[in-house]
C-alpha cells in the first residue's frame, strides 16, 4: 500500500487548504485524516468509510469536510475557517483488509 499525500502549507487564519491522499495496492474501506500539534498526541480529524458515511472530531465540525472518491482511492479534507490551533502534521490513514497504514504526513500551518 502507498499513500501519497499532498496539499499542506501555510495559510492565514480564517483561510482554506485542501488535503488530498492518493492511496494504491488495496481496497480501503476506512480512510481517515489524524493530526499531532507539537508537543501532543496525535488525534483523528475525520474519516469517511466506503460508502461515504463520515465521523468529524468536535474541533473540526461545520469547518473541516472529508470526502473520498473510490475510482481514484483518493481522500480529501477541505479545511476551512482555519485557526492557529488546527496547525498541525496532518496524517492520512487507511485501512484494508490486510492492514492499516500511515502517509508520512503534511504540515499545516495557520498564521495568526
Known amino acids: 500500500v502507498q499513500l501519497v499525500e499532498s496539499g499542506g502549507g501555510l495559510v492565514q487564519a480564517g483561510g482554506s487548504l485542501r488535503l488530498s491522499c492518493a492511496a494504491s495496492?488495496?481496497?480501503?474501506?476506512?480512510m481517515a485524516w489524524y493530526r499531532r500539534a507539537l508537543g501532543k498526541q496525535r488525534e483523528l480529524v475525520a474519516r469517511?468509510?466506503?460508502?461515504?458515511?463520515?465521523n468529524y472530531a468536535d474541533f473540526v465540525k461545520g469547518r473541516f469536510t472529508i470526502s473520498r472518491d473510490n475510482a481514484k482511492n483518493t481522500v480529501y479534507l477541505q479545511m476551512n475557517s482555519l485557526k492557529p490551533e488546527d496547525t498541525a502534521v496532518y496524517y492520512c490513514y487507511v485501512e484494508t483488509t490486510v492492514g492499516n497504514y500511515w502517509g508520512q504526513g503534511t504540515q499545516v500551518t495557520v498564521s495568526s
Open positions: 495496492g488495496s481496497i480501503f474501506r476506512t
Open positions: 469517511v468509510i466506503y460508502s461515504g458515511s463520515t
